[in-house]
């Protein structure tokens, strides 16, 4: 699915990553914890192609992340789903139309699609919010809500940085089970978190691997 | 018709696309106020351009063939010059036509410039033969041949007063057309920053539309459609307002001459509609190159 082979990068600077090399095969699931500012969101983001390493190589889907032209990255963001940091959603449109953005912007018709979008609202628990602006929303719900934007488009991998970064601890063993029951759908899950309760609270639900992000390299996971 | 319809889809843009960016408030008055502006003055510079295309145009074709032959001679000659003249026209190689001026035909050219009331019987005024070409005339042959046989005719060739006319129509012409160049320029530039500043101002939804997956040409729609159909609707109004306002120039009467041309004629007024086509073009154009500039700024 998503390959580095001795990936570096740096923002201007030092070197913030350098020789990583990961797999992501289908169906797994994998932790990416490490102190902050070690670079989790920059390896995620590598792992999406919103960045481009400054060395080595990622492979998403078979292709060089490098070589991807700008339509080709925006056909790719279509079939990896993600749960930003910062959520990122535009303001002015309702809820619902946020968690149906990637349609829209794919060219599906959203009528057609109704019946998906009511169920997985429902699912991450915000039928009831569908009309409210984003704005409006509580961190934890800002989470689901990107969360169900996040796999409107039915992807193969989902990648979430840090997902319950601001919310309670009862909302975010919700997020877990619903991450986990992605999984069990087959789904490749990969989330970066510095929450090691989380991590153990896993245990339970998923197999997953932890992976150590420190100094700059990645270090054997631990299997959960 | 697909590829026309796709052209269509990528000017208007969708619905959606268009819902995607907040609506601006007040500054969307200003495009459509700017491209109202432009269309107003484009339609005079088209008047214009038009106008002296056709006066060139007539002055070029009409007068180049004309020639004024001027008798002046004591009255009781004058019949008797004219006739000399009239002969020698006929057997002239080149001519067309030849035909006098009766007394009453010169007294109406006068009377713009003199005066109804003139007793224009009591003044010696030279007779006037009008000669057309067909083209092959030899003029200083002619002008020979006159001096020597009816000492009392000049032959006139319009071309020394036609020349500087139809150079000063030609000029005028392309100062219409530079003109209409300028403000096309000028709208290019109006709506740039428009689109600049809306860019600029959706940073955030411009972002989010690329991580959710949105292609270069899906977010630019979201921009030109607005664009567009604003400076369209402006150049409407400009374009129909100064269309009005040519139309209701005050008349003025066959001695006006070049006041008479400027305005539209016939088919001339097509070119009216034309003009928020055009502005509209030029606001897509504007807008999609100012889009794709910004998102290159995003991954
Ligand atoms: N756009 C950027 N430009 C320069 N430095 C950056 C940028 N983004 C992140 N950094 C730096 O890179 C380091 C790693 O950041 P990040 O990947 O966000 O870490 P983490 O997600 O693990 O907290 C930080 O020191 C941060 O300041
Ligand atoms: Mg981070």
Redesign the pocket.
């Known amino acids: 699915m998503i390959e580095l082979r001795g990936v570096g990068y740096s923002?201007?600077g030092g070197n913030?990553l350098s020789g990583l090399d990961l797999e992501l095969t289908p169906g797994s699931f994998h932790f990416l914890t490490?102190p902050?500012?070690?670079?989790?969101?920059?390896l995620l983001k590598l792992c999406y192609g919103d960045l481009k390493p400054t060395a080595g190589a990622v492979t998403i889907d078979g292709r060089d992340s490098r070589r991807m032209d700008r339509d080709g990255l925006a056909r790719m963001r279509r079939r990896i789903g993600v749960v930003h940091q910062d959520c990122q959603f535009i303001d002015h449109l309702s809820i619902h139309e946020n968690v149906a953005l990637p349609l829209t912007v794919a060219g599906r018709d959203v009528a057609v699609e109704a019946a998906n979008l009511e169920q997985l609202l429902g699912w991450v628990g915000l039928s009831r919010r569908a009309n409210a602006l984003p704005p409006e929303l509580s961190g934890g719900e800002r989470q689901r809500a990107a969360l169900a934007r996040a796999i409107i488009m039915d992807p193969d991998v989902i990648i979430a940085d840090e997902p319950t970064g601001n919310i309670d601890w009862d909302m975010s063993k919700r997020l877990l089970s619903l991450l986990a029951e992605l999984n069990r759908m087959g789904k490749t899950v990969l989330v970066?978190t510095h929450d090691l309760a989380l991590i153990r609270a896993a245990k339970a639900q998923v197999t997953a691997r932890v992976l150590r992000l420190a100094g700059g390299t990645l270090s054997a996971g631990t299997e959960l | 018709m697909r590829r026309l319809q796709a052209l269509l889809d990528a000017m208007w843009g969708d619905r959606q696309a268009d819902r995607v960016v907040p609506p601006t408030g007040h500054t969307v008055w200003l495009t459509v106020l700017t491209s109202g502006a432009m269309a107003f003055l484009a339609v005079f510079a088209l008047a214009l351009s038009l106008a002296t295309g056709r006066l060139a145009e007539r002055w070029g074709d009409s007068l180049a063939q004309a020639s004024t032959i001027r008798v002046s001679a004591p009255a009781e000659q004058a019949d008797a010059q004219v006739e000399a003249v009239m002969a020698i026209l006929v057997t002239t190689p080149g001519i067309a036509d030849a035909r006098a001026l009766d007394p009453a035909e010169q007294a109406a050219l006068l009377e713009p410039w003199l005066g109804p009331d003139l007793p224009l019987d009591t003044i010696p005024l030279p007779r006037l033969i009008e000669v057309t070409s067909d083209g092959s005339l030899d003029a200083e042959g002619l002008r020979l041949r006159l001096t020597a046989e009816v000492p009392g005719a000049v032959y006139d060739d319009h071309t020394r007063w036609r020349e500087p006319l139809v150079a000063a129509a030609d000029r005028l012409r392309a100062l219409g057309w530079t003109a209409l160049a300028l403000i096309a320029g000028t709208l290019a530039a109006m709506v740039t920053l428009a689109a600049q500043s809306a860019l600029a101002a959706n940073r955030q939804v411009i972002r989010v539309l690329r991580l959710v997956g949105a292609r270069d040409v899906y977010v630019a729609r979201a921009f030109t459609r607005r664009f567009t159909l604003r400076a369209a609707l402006g150049a409407t109004l400009g374009a129909a307002s100064g269309g009005l306002a040519v139309a209701f120039l005050p008349a003025a009467d066959a001695a006006g001459g070049f006041l008479t041309g400027l305005g539209f004629q016939g088919a001339g007024w097509l070119l009216l509609p034309l003009i928020p086509i055009f502005a509209g073009g030029v606001a897509f154009l504007a807008t999609r190159s100012a889009a794709f500039r910004a998102l290159a700024r995003f991954e």
């Open positions: 923002y201007g913030l490490g902050s500012g070690a670079g989790k969101t920059t970066a």
